[in-house]
């Protein structure tokens, strides 16, 4: 950054929410976006005085930023009791290497058997059977620490080791790719062709250069546009977004499924759970998963 300012943005708020409103910060232009004085070691959170930093260019126009989210928490904060304190605090900072304030808040995380995630800057000799994906420190949201991300890694997992003869030859959907994190890891598990998609150019910017650092761009193809442009049917279509968005488009999720693929999806409060399966017509429910407040559903089309 070249600026000799840039703009501080600090807000309080609960372990519970802190990822969510980092992916929204960063989604609406941050420059980074790092949970606070919440410290993960091997993927557990501990906080004391939680809350996100978040930097953006000095041209930035951030009263526009803050309405939406000001709006989005107030969302967070109907599904979330323990985020019953919001603040926002605003301020000028002189340029400095910003970057390295990153580091003491992220390390290695073991997000499923075979997938651990490490920031660029540390060393972690991986096991046995262990993949190993690279994220860069700045990119804080979609590390892989969120439940939600667990639980499809282990859902992918599962239907690989049940089609260990045939997984080279499984394609897959990522709606609403984000960082490229649930992408990549489908790739390091065996998948040879995925195509991720997001509405939003700077998420899939940012999957791009983590694609690339992982060395998997020869399996993953991207594309910035929503559902209704997919063409096309795959072995497993994902998609780890909101409830509401996933009932919005069920429809076209169910159609990109191929006849005997499968269709995992997370991001779903578990009160949200049941409008999600209703919503979801003519797939069968073969399981769910739970972690906390959150529920990852997989269904089989037959």
């Given at each position: 950054?070249?600026?000799?300012?840039?703009?501080?943005?600090?807000?309080?708020?609960?372990?519970?929410?802190?990822?969510?409103?980092?992916?929204?910060?960063?989604?609406?232009?941050?420059?980074?976006?790092?949970?606070?004085?919440?410290?993960?070691?091997?993927?557990?959170?501990?906080?004391?005085?939680?809350?996100?930093?978040?930097?953006?260019?000095?041209k930035?126009?951030?009263?526009?930023?803050?309405?939406?989210?000001?709006?989005?928490?107030?969302?967070?904060?109907?599904?979330?009791?323990?985020?019953?304190?919001?603040?926002?605090?605003e301020?000028?900072?002189?340029?400095?290497?910003?970057?390295?304030?990153?580091?003491?808040?992220?390390?290695?995380?073991?997000?499923?058997?075979?997938?651990?995630?490490?920031?660029?800057?540390?060393?972690?000799?991986?096991?046995?059977?262990?993949?190993?994906?690279?994220?860069?420190?700045?990119?804080?949201?979609?590390?892989?620490?969120?439940?939600?991300?667990?639980?499809?890694?282990?859902?992918?997992?599962?239907?690989?080791?049940?089609?260990?003869?045939?997984?080279?030859?499984?394609?897959?959907?990522?709606?609403?790719?984000?960082?490229?994190?649930?992408?990549?890891?489908?790739?390091?598990?065996g998948?040879k062709?995925?195509?991720?998609?997001?509405?939003?150019?700077?998420?899939?910017?940012?999957a791009?250069?983590?694609?690339?650092k992982?060395?998997?761009?020869?399996?993953?193809?991207?594309?910035?546009?929503?559902?209704?442009?997919?063409?096309?049917?795959?072995?497993?279509?994902?998609?780890?977004?909101?409830?509401?968005?996933?009932?919005?488009?069920?429809e076209?999720?169910?159609?990109?499924?191929?006849?005997?693929?499968?269709?995992?999806?997370?991001?779903?409060?578990?009160?949200?759970?049941?409008?999600?399966?209703?919503?979801?017509t003519?797939?069968?429910?073969?399981?769910?998963?739970?972690?906390?407040?959150?529920?990852?559903?997989?269904?089989?089309?037959?």
């Amino acid at each position: 950054m070249t600026d000799k300012k840039y703009y501080e943005v600090k807000i309080k708020c609960s372990t519970s929410v802190a990822e969510a409103l980092c992916a929204f910060l960063v989604t609406a232009g941050a420059l980074g976006a790092v949970e606070e004085n919440i410290f993960i070691n091997n993927g557990e959170k501990t906080a004391t005085d939680p809350g996100i930093t978040a930097y953006f260019a000095s041209k930035t126009d951030f009263a526009g930023i803050k309405a939406g989210l000001d709006d989005y928490a107030a969302q967070l904060m109907k599904h979330f009791p323990d985020f019953d304190e919001y603040a926002v605090i605003e301020k000028w900072r002189e340029n400095e290497n910003w970057r390295e304030g990153y580091k003491k808040y992220f390390s290695v995380i073991k997000v499923s058997p075979r997938i651990v995630v490490k920031p660029d800057y540390e060393e972690y000799a991986p096991t046995e059977g262990e993949h190993v994906i690279i994220i860069n420190p700045q990119m804080a949201f979609g590390i892989g620490n969120h439940p939600t991300t667990k639980m499809c890694v282990d859902y992918i997992d599962e239907i690989l080791s049940g089609r260990r003869d045939t997984a080279k030859a499984v394609n897959m959907l990522d709606a609403g790719t984000g960082s490229g994190i649930l992408a990549i890891a489908s790739a390091k598990l065996g998948i040879k062709e995925i195509y991720g998609f997001d509405i939003d150019d700077i998420a899939v910017e940012t999957a791009e250069e983590n694609i690339a650092k992982n060395g998997v761009a020869n399996a993953i193809t991207l594309g910035c546009h929503g559902i209704d442009e997919v063409t096309g049917q795959y072995d497993i279509v994902l998609a780890n977004i909101l409830a509401n968005i996933l009932i919005d488009i069920s429809e076209q999720l169910t159609k990109a499924v191929k006849p005997g693929g499968e269709l995992i999806l997370s991001g779903i409060l578990d009160e949200q759970k049941g409008d999600v399966i209703a919503a979801f017509t003519g797939v069968k429910l073969v399981s769910s998963k739970s972690e906390g407040e959150w529920v990852a559903l997989r269904f089989a089309v037959v």
